[in-house]
């Protein structure tokens, strides 16, 4: 299957099969009213879903607009079938170039410290951790806040005592 034809915005009609990958793809998967505020408070427009050559809806990304130029990135997910084959990378980078064109530069995400595929993810396309979130899951799940601020990965740099500091 060509897991990514096209990249498009959200069409409240596919918000039904983005909850079939959200269940797919997370333990707690967000409610299905959920998606419908999601695609809400991203005014549609930062509500993004990969589709297949044939059609399926195979990954979608959704953004948040913070302020005058940040942006929270609410959740990514694809297909099983789908994934190591770019559909998130593309779905990233395709939000993150719709944001920038809007002169949202900045963009923020929480992760979990166990979820090692999105963090690399992330990584790869600049993100860096700066914050520690403990039990922001649930009791003993933690989560990572990554950033990119402007552009430029974010803001850990070692100091000359061996201790990451914040610049
Ligand atoms: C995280 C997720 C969206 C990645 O989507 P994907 O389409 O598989 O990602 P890509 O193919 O674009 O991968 C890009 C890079 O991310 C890293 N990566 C992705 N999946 C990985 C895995 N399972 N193990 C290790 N690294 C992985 C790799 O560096 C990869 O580059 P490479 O394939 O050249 O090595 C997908 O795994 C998913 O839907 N997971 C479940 C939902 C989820 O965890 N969402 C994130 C919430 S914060």
Redesign the pocket.
């Known amino acids: 299957m060509q897991c990514c034809k096209t990249v498009r915005a959200a069409e409240p009609s596919d918000l039904d099969e983005v909850f079939r990958i959200e269940v797919e793809?997370?333990d707690k998967p967000y409610p299905r009213w959920y998606l419908d505020l999601l695609y809400g408070l991203s005014g549609g427009e930062y509500f993004l879903v990969s589709e297949s050559a044939d059609g399926r809806i195979t990954?979608y990304i959704v953004g948040i607009p913070l302020s005058d130029n940040a942006c929270h990135i609410a959740?990514?997910?694809?297909v099983k079938e789908?994934?190591?084959?770019?559909?998130?990378?593309?779905l990233l980078q395709s939000l993150m170039e719709l944001c920038s064109s809007n002169g949202y530069s900045s963009f923020v995400?929480?992760?979990?410290t166990c979820?090692?595929?999105?963090q690399?993810?992330y990584i790869?396309n600049m993100f860096r951790p700066i914050m520690f979130m403990p039990n922001y899951y649930s009791w003993g799940r933690h989560a990572l806040m990554m950033a990119l601020i402007g552009g430029q990965p974010c803001c850990f740099q070692p100091s000359t005592k061996g201790v990451q500091s914040v610049t």
């Open positions: 793809s997370f990954g959740s990514i997910a694809v789908c994934r190591r084959r770019k559909v998130g990378t593309v995400l929480e992760v979990d979820n090692y595929s999105a690399s993810l790869s």
